[in-house]
């Protein structure tokens, strides 16, 4: 007993890497999470869950997994190489390659921006009555705003707390409602394809699984200074970006998967087909409250203003990487980036007519641009001139591209359906 209070007042104790360690390494993580629960994927999952109950769960499972393979993938590409995904396209891959992808990339970065705006604009009509075009305006200036004079690290807080809001509305609705658990379960884990259901599930795959966030994630990872020299720090540093792409991921899941389950024990059992999201506020009213529809219009305007300035960051650094640059809103190519994904997607919303069938739509998009950005990730995580000793087994390459032919061949389906 003695020794142990001796020991008590020593303070030259070792330090040992312990459970608060983690948290210097969470944040990129979050970041692109917010991707996949934005205003897109609400109108994705309402649309699911209202028209076909729980029966499309299966989708954002799959496109969960798929995402945690691919976001850690390519954060291994920028932990290793120094460099993130537009850059290592434009170092290592010839230009006609490289080109065409990465200025589709950028185009699905527009798409991705269009959504998250409107999603902003949708819930200012929402809360304040302000039309959609000059809701549309106010969210593209404070993003800009935000993006123009914020670093990274008070970025992630900022979406950290936005996501944070988002998941405690969502549990708080979900206690307002009788959830059919059984076919739940059942949803989640066997796929359908219910008649006229494609359209869907491309826009929830697309919504999930967004080639901007593999651009942003290997570009966030960067702020970090993650990229090490020797061995030892690297192993560390990927054991740690792991976790953080977990959990970061099985949140989105969860909110992503609430969405559906609310949609599907108010509306699908009601009877009622969501077409605009405004309509899902004003149908919440009468059947779980006042609280509960001002909850989620505050929610989503939290998941446009933060999903736009992640779509605004993606481009800015893909437009970066085009020209063997790494994102810093300070030089002109990553300003260009981001002014021409946030500009052309607010000038597009002035000619859009149904909101809520662009916010599917632009899903869609996403999903039809998101094989070519995979099989380039998977080929230059695949190369040992560019990852060295850190090159994908052959076991995570036939995964890799697994996914890839996967999304291509949903892609096929929804062409011929």
């Not at 993130?84 to 006609?96: G, H, Q, V």
């Not at 500009?343 to 039809?368: E, R, T, V, W, Y």
């Amino acid at each position: 007993m003695k020794n142990i209070f001796q020991d008590l007042k020593r303070k030259d104790h070792k330090r040992y890497l312990g459970g608060l360690d983690v948290f210097k390494y969470i944040g990129p993580g979050l970041l692109v999470t917010v991707g996949f629960i934005d205003p897109g994927n609400w109108a994705s999952n309402f649309a699911a869950g209202s028209e076909f109950g729980y029966s499309l769960l299966w989708v954002v499972t799959l496109s969960t997994i798929m995402l945690i393979v691919l976001q850690h993938n390519v954060a291994h590409l920028g932990i290793v190489t120094g460099l993130c995904l537009s850059e290592a396209a434009t170092k290592y891959t010839p230009k006609w390659v490289s080109r065409p992808i990465l200025g589709t990339a950028v185009l699905a970065s527009i798409s991705t921006s269009l959504a998250e705006i409107l999603g902003g604009a949708i819930a200012l009509e929402m809360l304040f009555d302000i039309p959609i075009i000059w809701g549309a305006i106010l969210t593209t200036l404070f993003v800009s705003i935000m993006l123009f004079t914020n670093s990274y690290k008070k970025i992630e807080r900022s979406i950290i707390a936005f996501v944070s809001v988002i998941g405690l509305s969502f549990i708080y609705e979900l206690f307002l409602v009788e959830i059919d658990w059984p076919a739940a379960t059942a949803g989640w884990v066997t796929p359908s394809f219910p008649k006229g259901s494609m359209l869907i599930i491309m826009s929830v795959l697309g919504a999930v699984v967004m080639p901007h966030n593999l651009f942003l994630h290997s570009e966030v990872i960067q702020s970090h200074e993650y990229n090490k020299k020797d061995d030892a720090s690297i192993k560390k540093v990927l054991k740690y970006e792991l976790f953080d792409t977990l959990f970061s991921m099985i949140v989105g899941w969860a909110i992503n998967s609430a969405m559906i389950l609310l949609a599907a024990a108010t509306f699908f059992k009601s009877g009622i087909q969501v077409e605009e999201l405004q309509q899902a506020k004003s149908l919440l009213e009468p059947l779980l409250g006042s609280n509960a529809a001002i909850v989620f219009a505050l929610a989503l305007l939290m998941a446009g203003i933060s999903s736009t300035i992640t779509s605004g960051m993606a481009a800015g650094s893909i437009f970066a990487g085009i020209f063997g640059e790494s994102y810093h809103i300070k030089d002109s190519h990553s300003q260009v980036g981001v002014l021409l994904s946030l500009g052309i997607a607010l000038l597009l919303i002035f000619f859009i007519g149904d909101p809520f069938k662009g916010l599917i739509i632009s899903q869609m998009i996403l999903s039809i641009q998101l094989p070519f950005t995979v099989f380039l990730q998977v080929g230059l995580t695949s190369s040992r001139k560019v990852m060295g000793d850190y090159v994908n087994s052959r076991w995570s390459t036939f995964v890799l591209y697994s996914i890839a032919i996967i999304v291509s061949a949903l892609n096929i389906m929804l062409l011929f359906s």
